[in-house]
């Protein structure tokens, strides 16, 4: 008589498939964990970074803008500009001149410049015998407003590279009506402080870098000189109609985390955020393919593990369904077993 039984007994099956679906499920969630782990990290770190650049920067100009308020309110630097510019016998040159240096120096300055109200140039510390077209509005703002005005960054034919200004109006101090005296223009070289700023990355990258940019009618400008494309400062403009791009997406007002392509058509993870009181954006980006490095190199580890198990597993089924088939095979030729 044939024996019954040909196959592995159903509890011993659902205890196996049991175990294959809690390793399959325990390794896709520890996989995904795993996976949003990484990404939330790369994404920590380049939200610090462009939070930081960010807060330095508009520290920096706040300063800039402080250094003006602290001129317009010096009345004996201001008495000395307008008896010189009456070219009264009480005036002193030499007085003007050494306090404008003490400016210059405490700071930084390129240049610290001298004009009348009407922007002709009367004094320059740097030797300018000119001054550029791209004060006028500023001057004529700061004039009406009575208040520093910012320049922002210019390339200009006089400086061989990119700086950015802060126009301070100046304002008689005598009778009810305080006219305009003229205005002291504060020149910063971008390569300075503001370049070294935004160029550095606090630890070893292939292709991290953050940018600043601005919008500039219906293109983006690129204001600082790019890890992957030299001499781009002011120079490098990009449509925006390339709305896959992450310095598209901050112009047109994102904000925050982002993915999308930088100005090399490649893909990369980026954080935006404005500069505050500017025109500037600020973009900190990486390239997708080294931010996800570590984890892809996790990823494999992980499924070999998975995969592993799962064989595991699988070798311990087919030893119990051989144990078992020999047990069946033995009790159907001998009945005298005791089979269950």
Not at 121 to 130: D, F, H, T, Y
Not at 201 to 219: C, H, I
Request: glycine share 4%; hydrophobic share 45%.
């Amino acid at each position: 008589m044939m024996f019954e039984k040909s196959t592995i007994p159903i509890g011993k099956t659902a205890t196996l498939a049991m175990i294959l679906l809690i390793l399959l499920a325990g390794g896709a969630w520890f996989y995904r964990v795993q996976e949003l782990s990484v990404q939330q990290a790369v994404k920590t770190n380049l939200s610090a970074i462009v939070q930081l650049k960010v807060e330095q920067i508009s520290k920096w100009r706040e300063e800039r803008l402080l250094d003006g308020i602290d001129l317009m309110n010096r009345p004996f630097l201001i008495r000395r500009i307008a008896k010189w510019l009456q070219k009264s016998p009480e005036s002193d040159a030499e007085s003007i001149l050494e306090e404008l240096q003490a400016v210059q120096g405490k700071h930084d300055y390129a240049d610290v410049l001298l004009v009348d109200p009407e922007g002709r140039l009367l004094k320059s510390l740097a030797g300018e015998n000119i001054v550029h077209l791209e004060y006028a509005s500023a001057l004529a703002s700061a004039m009406r407003e009575r208040k520093p005005v910012f320049v922002e960054l210019q390339r200009g034919i006089h400086y061989q590279t990119p700086h950015i200004s802060v126009v301070v109006p100046l304002f008689t101090l005598d009778g009810q009506t305080r006219g305009p005296l003229g205005a002291i223009i504060l020149v910063s070289n971008a390569s300075q402080f503001l370049y070294p700023l935004i160029q550095s990355w606090p630890a070893p990258s292939k292709s991290a870098e953050t940018v600043l940019v601005q919008r500039d009618g219906e293109e983006v400008l690129y204001l600082n000189d790019l890890r992957h494309r030299p001499n781009s400062a002011l120079n490098l403009r990009i449509p925006l109609s390339r709305t896959d791009l992450t310095s598209v997406m901050a112009v047109l007002g994102k904000e925050g985390i982002v993915e999308g392509r930088d100005y090399r058509n490649i893909k990369v993870l980026s954080v935006i955020q404005p500069v505050p009181a500017s025109p500037w954006f600020m973009v900190a980006k990486i390239d997708a393919a080294e931010a996800f490095a570590e984890w892809r190199f996790r990823a494999i580890l992980i499924l070999s593990l998975l995969l592993s198990l799962v064989g595991l597993t699988g070798v311990f089924a087919l030893v119990v369904w051989q144990q078992e088939k020999k047990t069946i095979t033995a009790c159907s030729t001998n009945p005298k077993l005791p089979c269950a």
